[in-house]
């Protein structure tokens, strides 16, 4: 079955790029809409409100980041011309994991208005590199 994929490289550039495409619909809502809300949230049930967002934000971008970075390896492996988008998606993941479960982590007890301020000013770099991303996966796979 991997054979037949990595022989197959339009399936894995449809993986990737349909994965890519989620992924920057979903921050895009979240940086203009979601974040921002948190400020909104009653603060007497922020811990709840913060517990439900981390589990079901996770239902949707955990899968998708998932096929993404496992289609983006792939595509490395096929083509070097996939090597720079690839590293902004290394990069996404590394300030996910460095910055922003720590600061959600932080949220879980209370509110903290700098703690929502950093979330938002934080991911525009995500928000940024995600859809530099798809711009070039669209010029390469045309």
């Known amino acids: 079955m991997i054979n037949l994929i990595l022989n197959n490289d339009n399936i894995v550039i449809n993986i990737h ?5 989620v992924m920057v619909g979903v921050i895009w809502v979240i940086q203009l809409l979601h974040y921002p809300a948190f400020h909104y949230i009653e603060k007497n049930n922020y811990s709840q409100f913060q517990k439900f967002h981390m589990n ?4 949707i ?8 970075m496992l289609s983006g390896i792939m ?4 083509n070097d011309d996939f090597i720079i988008s690839f590293s902004l998606l290394v ?5 996910t994991f460095v910055f ?4 959600h982590q932080r949220l879980l007890s ?7 301020e950093k979330l938002v000013n934080l991911n525009w770099i995500r928000t940024v590199f995600w859809t530099v991303r798809l711009v070039i996966l669209f010029n390469i796979n045309i």
């Open 100 to 103: 922003f479960t720590n600061i």
């Open 17 to 21: 790029f349909a994965s890519t495409a």
């Open 56 to 59: 079901r934000i996770s239902y």
């Open 75 to 78: 595509l490395v492996i096929i």
């Open 61 to 68: 971008v955990i899968p998708a980041m998932v096929i993404e």
């Open 91 to 95: 990069c996404i993941w590394i300030i």
């Open 110 to 116: 209370k509110y903290e208005n700098t703690a929502v």
